[in-house]
């Protein structure tokens, strides 16, 4: 079983809609959950962090965790065109380095 | 610009071939790391640095691989005898160590790697 599945893209919406991106991982350690977002030719960029379980939201965005499922998600409303990057779930345990999901690429169409 | 730079962005090169790229962190960030990330794939951890000090190293990192950070400011990452598996694009991240999360990576724009 690998440490972390990302649902597999690509995900194509149109503009508007509500995004849903998923994932789950095996590691009880990790201790912090994140979404990062990577626009092409770009270094990822963090979006949301969390380190409980629950929904934590910043605007359109709602990061959830449930511990208990090893499962995190990410929620956009209102989808807007430059939304279109790849959504990386990203998780650290109690050491600095980061674990990457796959990658989900999303296209939101205008 | 005060975030992470790279260089070279691009580097193509022959099989066999030694190659080095360059990172400069956002200025007193002490932690610097590297990772690679293939086509399709995520970013996988290589190694980080606190100050000048190598904390962690993967097993991904062979011994073709050597980085440094000489004075704790900015890091290389060179590899050895390239072969076409090393195609890739390297990520530079550097953070602030401030306690509890407070340790946000802030990533580079990357060096893609292509080893013909």
């Known amino acids: 079983q690998k440490e972390v599945e990302q649902d597999p893209g690509p995900l194509s919406v149109p503009e508007g809609a509500i995004v849903s991106l998923n994932c789950t991982y095996s590691?009880?350690?990790?201790?912090?959950f994140m979404w990062y977002r990577q626009y092409s030719r770009k270094g990822p960029e963090l979006l949301m962090y969390?380190?409980?379980?629950g929904n934590k939201e910043d605007g359109r965005f709602t990061a959830q965790v449930d511990k208990s499922s090893k499962y995190i998600s990410l929620f956009i409303r209102d989808s807007q065109p430059s939304d279109s990057a790849t959504y990386l779930c990203v998780f650290r345990g109690a050491t600095n380095k980061l674990i990457f999901g796959t990658g989900t690429l999303l296209a939101v169409q205008p | 610009d005060t975030g992470v730079s790279q260089n070279p962005r691009h580097k193509i090169t022959k099989r066999g071939q030694n190659v080095t790229f360059r990172c400069d962190p956002i200025s007193e960030h002490n932690r610097l790391y590297w990772y690679r990330q293939t086509l399709g794939q995520g970013p996988e951890f290589l190694t980080y640095?606190?100050?000048?000090?190598?904390?962690?190293k993967s097993r991904l990192l062979s011994d073709r691989f050597s980085a440094e950070r000489p004075k704790g400011s900015f890091s290389t990452l060179e590899i050895q005898r390239t072969e076409q598996g090393d195609s890739a694009m390297y990520l530079c991240?550097?953070?602030?160590?401030?306690?509890?999360?407070?340790?946000?990576?802030?990533f580079g724009p990357g060096t893609r790697l292509t080893v013909l």
């Open positions: 590691n009880s350690a990790f201790q912090y």
């Open positions: 640095f606190q100050n000048e000090a190598q904390l962690e």
């Open positions: 991240a550097s953070s602030l160590t401030s306690g509890g999360f407070g340790d946000e990576q802030f």
């Open positions: 969390t380190y409980s379980s």
